[in-house]
């Protein structure tokens, strides 16, 4: 049986989803987390026999979601879930790992070296700090808050038309029904509950997908200026 602080083996299933080097970044990732990341808490140490699994596995069929050549940011990155997997195994994609507390940017930095990816910068610092300061094409989220908090975080930090591709569980649908008051405040485009990873992993990935407007807000202010 493997002890809980025994880090697996890669499965046969990540060399499919990891492909040529990206696999092998995978697997110092996996390492990174299961030493540095479990010492500094960024991961629990029951969590590191389902690193692949629950974790890179489950984060890197997000790919399946994200346009080509895009630019992402990731809110609340944490240990770099899912930014930096999807760094490593869509090098055509631009990350920003956004992330408020200094220990945890250290982290993140010291595996992008480590890594040596070129495509992602770490910032450290909130979403409402960077509002109208820069956009993106794309979103992402893995248990960070509630989707209604997340809407308020994300969309001022996307294109019109960009995407947030919110990680959620069972109660994706829970979040999606309570969050309707602010999906009309922002004048989204489209909202879907979207499923990701699928006959790849188990159980494959749930997705909220939201696609950014302009909020009403917004169009009063230019309507103004006409």
Do not use: C
């Given at each position: 049986m493997t002890e809980s602080n025994e880090l697996p083996e890669a499965p046969p299933v990540a060399r499919e989803i990891f492909t040529g080097e990206a696999l092998e970044r995978a697997r110092v990732f996996a390492e990174l987390l299961a030493g540095p990341g479990v010492v500094r808490g960024l991961l629990g140490p029951r969590e590191v026999p389902r690193i692949w699994d629950r974790h890179l596995l489950n984060c890197a069929v997000v790919e399946e979601a994200v346009p080509p050549d895009s630019t992402l940011i990731d809110i609340g990155s944490g240990a770099g879930l899912p930014g930096l997997v999807l760094a490593i195994v869509r090098p055509d994609v631009t990350v920003t790992l956004l992330e408020p507390l200094l220990r945890r940017t250290v982290f993140l930095s010291e595996c992008v070296e480590a890594l040596k990816l070129d495509n992602v910068e770490v910032l450290r610092g909130r979403a409402e700090e960077l509002a109208g300061k820069r956009v993106f094409d794309v979103a992402?989220?893995?248990?960070?808050?509630?989707?209604?908090?997340l809407l308020?975080?994300?969309?001022?930090?996307?294109?019109?038309g960009g995407e947030l591709l919110a990680m959620k569980g069972e109660r994706a649908q829970e979040e999606l029904d309570a969050a309707r008051p602010r999906l009309d405040s922002f004048g989204v485009r489209h909202v879907e509950l979207a499923t990701v990873g699928r006959g790849r992993v188990e159980p494959p990935a749930t997705l909220v997908r939201v696609v950014a407007g302009r909020s009403p807000r917004t169009e009063t202010r230019r309507r103004r200026k006409r």
């Open positions: 992402t989220a893995r248990a960070v808050a509630p989707l209604d908090r308020s975080w994300s969309m001022p930090l996307l294109h019109e």
